[in-house]
């Protein structure tokens, strides 16, 4: 297995190489030093270690419809969108994440071992994030498909404007976005939570004591009770 | 350091950069320290005879003026007490050079163009200081010049950097005119700071100032705001716009994007984090 420096090579290059990896592949990218677009668009079933800290969107929009995609492990930090429109495959960051972590991923599971910070999950599709410290404000906003566990506390605004996607929080929430709202734990979402509970590692997360927001769904219609706002 | 800094985020402001140094060196005949020593950047859009602008300063103003070549411009180093003198002289003999700064110790230089080309064109890795400040500009409210260009210093040794956007800048500009206030350009950043000039004037803290802004100023900002012996840092309540902080043996160093610290000396070892929205990082020197 080749590392791939950013030393030597351009991010275009090195996604290059990725990208040409067949099935079952491995490489390495080494001095990343913050560089954004790494691993972008990697379609293929290959494992890709990030040694180091990566800017914005690693790993976007790979993965294929089907759920299948790249194993992407970063050891360090990433900046903004880490995993935006993912459609498949798995990421996990050894350290935080900044904002809009998983923004649109449409498939796949984003593990951050770290923080997050503003706006995780915003529009999420139908991805999975998986959060195990905090959370920061606007998180889950307009959020439609999907799921979300913050292993910390979240910030404010949780799941404002939420459409189905659902969002567990082991720790405090420091307040509710609009429409969003607590929900009864059911069977199904105790299964899935233990499930990502596992699969994530995060053993600091005991399901049976998290907290489930979802949309109260008053958000979806027009109300004419509300006509003289307008 | 600054100079890595500036050209690993090249891309981001490729039309223009401003750079302000702090340094307590003397120029001239200055004795270091000595108090009554006004530092003034000058900088124009057009190309300008330098020295014999310096020549006929000295003329004009007596012996108590002396000067240095500084990046497109100069540094001129008068006794506080001509500031007004120098300003009026240089309106009306050059009307096609700007104050870029005033200050003790403050210089600042701005050029058009790649930050990358300023930086070897005016071997501003040479430079020395104990705090500095880079802005790479891509416009979006105001013309490309150098008048346009950040950082703006307001009043002495107040250095403002902006990333970002503000929505009631002519609002609020037109009340700073009515009270007195004037602008070198029609730049909303530049609104911020001279807004910030005004609140300290009155007697805020920087702290206090910082929040004044938060509370008038409506739009998307990261604001760099340094004097000489602070240096801010704060975001508007979305975050909208990035930044990210380093604190390492030695230094503090602030920027857009990680990228801009990843070469600097002890990174692995240092903290680095972002600001919370609304919350005011200062550190002081």
Partial sequence: MVPLSCDALGVRAINHELRALPAGGTARVVHPRGRHNLAVGIPSPVSITVEGNAGYFLGGLSGAADGSGPHIVVDGFVGWSVGENLMGGSIRVRGSASQSAGSSARGGRIVIEGDASLRAGISLKGGTLAIAGDAGAMSGFMAQAGLILIGGDAGHGLGDSLYEAVIYVAGSIASLGADAVVQEMTDEDLLAVKELVQEAGFDHVDPTRVTKVGSARQLYHFSTHNHGAY | ????????????????????????????????????????????????????????????????????????????????????????????????????????????????????????????????????????????????????????????????????????????????????????????????????ARRLAAGDDLDEAIRWVMKEMDGFFTLVISTADELSVVRDAFACKPAVVAVADGYVAVASEYRALAELPGIASATVFEPQPEEVYTWFR
């Fill in chain 2, 1 to 196: 350091m600054l100079v890595s800094m500036l050209e690993a985020l090249d891309e981001r402001g490729p039309d223009s950069a401003g750079i302000a140094v702090y340094c307590d060196d003397a120029i001239g005949r200055e004795s270091p320290g000595r108090p009554g020593c006004l530092k003034i950047s000058l900088g124009s859009d057009d190309p300008v005879e330098w020295q014999e602008v310096a020549r006929g300063l000295t003329t004009r103003l007596g012996a108590g003026v002396d000067w240095q070549p500084f990046g497109a411009g100069m540094v001129l180093s008068i006794p506080e007490d001509l500031e007004a003198e120098a300003r009026t002289s240089l309106a009306t003999n050059w009307p096609e050079i700007r104050v870029l700064a005033t200050g003790r110790n403050v210089r600042v230089l701005k050029g058009v163009g790649r930050p990358t080309d300023t930086c070897a064109r005016y071997g501003v890795a040479d430079w020395a200081g104990y705090m500095a400040v880079a802005h790479t500009r891509m416009a979006t409210e105001s013309a490309v010049t150098v008048l346009h260009a950040h950082p703006f210093v307001p009043s002495r040794d107040l250095c403002v950097v902006h990333n970002g956007s503000f929505s009631n800048y002519a609002t609020v500009r037109r009340r700073l005119v009515a009270a007195g206030v004037e602008f070198d350009s029609d730049n909303d950043s530049e609104v911020a700071a001279r807004y910030l």
